[in-house]
């Protein structure tokens, strides 16, 4: 058993917090890579409403728990430790880098690096109904579940994510003749009324009262004038908020969208500190967030055989002059023994 108290000497090669697509791809990589690996996870997916994934290449259709699941039992064959609770608190261990990571139940650990795969979570309308039919009969995400709508009544919600909402009618025509946008509180230019028009979205006058629905189902949308509009699903654009707390508070930099700021590997501006999936990318799926923390992964470890070859370095060379722990190694570049293939 790898958890550790905080009292205990053993440090984490990696902790990685959140086990959705994006953490546990990364276990999976740092498993295989042999490194001693923790993945402490709240069990709260982002996609968890949802009955289905859709568009993961060998897994579409699979329920989202389920390839969770299948993505735990693969990182445990290689000595992963997965502990369901939540972080609360991450901080510096204060003489190089490395962290010290403290669950709800008072469990801390500490490790080397940290790999943060919180998602983000969505923040809906605040209109009757919307809540409850989330993931179901609203939705998101047209190229995750219009298919399974394809010439259904579909509306659209115009929301605070003006841009997000407008493209979305557009997009929807894609999979049904008959869509309608429900600017709600937004007001359209001339132009983007001539542009909706042009694509055959329909622009419905009056403001979203709520969502009539039956048995789970969406059925119509009410106006606040009373009238209802029968529609078996409605896109709505939610305000996407990442769960980036661990992050900002270690000092992560955060981007001009407003998500903390990473390079093409996942480092972010702290060393030791990566994110990967919808923490730091809101236009991640399912597939994107498996890539993102593969590649997240692969970093870490290059990054931890930096760090091992310079504490080596620092440990095997006193002052003027090669030790004979150095003059070993040479030898073993040489032909002699040397452990690594590459
Ligand atoms: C309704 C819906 C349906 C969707 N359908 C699809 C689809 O069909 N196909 C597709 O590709 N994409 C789909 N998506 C998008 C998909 O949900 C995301 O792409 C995916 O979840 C991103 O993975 P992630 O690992 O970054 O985050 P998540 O899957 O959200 O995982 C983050 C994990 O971190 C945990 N966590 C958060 N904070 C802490 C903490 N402090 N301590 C410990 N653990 C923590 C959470 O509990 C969660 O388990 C859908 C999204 C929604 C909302």
């Given at each position: 058993m790898l958890m550790r108290t905080h009292t205990e000497t053993e440090i984490l090669d990696a902790v990685i917090v959140g086990g959705g697509a994006a953490g546990l791809s990364a276990a999976l990589v740092l498993g295989r890579a042999r490194r001693t690996v923790a993945v402490i996870d709240?069990?709260?997916?982002?996609?968890?409403?949802?009955a289905h994934v859709h568009?993961?290449?060998?897994?579409?259709?699979?329920a989202p728990g389920e390839l969770l699941t299948v993505g735990r039992s693969e990182s445990q064959t290689y000595g992963v430790e997965f502990k369901q609770d939540d972080v609360v608190d991450v901080s510096w261990?204060?003489?190089?880098p490395g962290f010290v990571v403290e669950l709800s139940g008072g469990t801390t650990l500490e490790t080397r690096t940290l790999l943060v795969a919180t998602g983000l979570r969505d923040s809906l309308?605040?209109?009757?109904?919307i809540q409850e039919l989330w993931g179901q009969s609203v939705l998101h995400c047209p190229y995750c579940h219009a298919y399974e709508i394809s010439d259904e009544p579909i509306g659209v919600l115009g929301g605070e994510a003006r841009e997000m909402s407008l493209h979305q009618a557009f997009l929807l025509r894609q999979w049904s003749s008959d869509v309608m946008f429900f600017p709600h509180h937004i007001s359209l230019t001339p132009d983007e009324r001539a542009r909706l028009a042009a694509r055959g979205v329909t622009v419905v006058v009056g403001q979203v009262s709520g969502l009539i629905c039956e048995r789970g189902e969406l059925k119509a949308v009410e106006l606040d004038n009373g009238q209802l509009v029968p529609r078996s699903a409605l896109f709505v654009a939610p305000r996407f908020i990442p769960n980036d707390t661990h992050l900002t508070r270690l000092g992560c930099k955060t981007g001009p969208t407003g998500f903390v700021a990473v390079d093409p590997?996942?480092?972010?501006?702290?060393?030791g500190v990566w994110g990967a999936g919808n923490?730091?990318?809101?236009?991640?799926?399912v597939i994107g967030a498996a890539a993102a923390g593969s590649t997240a992964a692969i970093a870490i470890n290059g990054y931890l055989v930096e760090q091992d070859v310079e504490s080596a370095l620092r440990s095997t060379e006193p002052e003027g002059g090669f030790s004979a722990a150095v003059e070993q190694r040479v030898c073993e570049m040489n032909g002699g023994s040397a452990r690594h293939g590459f």
């Open positions: 709240s069990g709260k997916p982002r996609n968890a409403p949802a568009g993961f290449l060998s897994r579409d259709g699979m261990r204060g003489i190089e309308p605040e209109i009757p109904g590997s996942g480092a972010t501006s702290v060393p923490v730091v990318d809101p236009r991640a799926q």
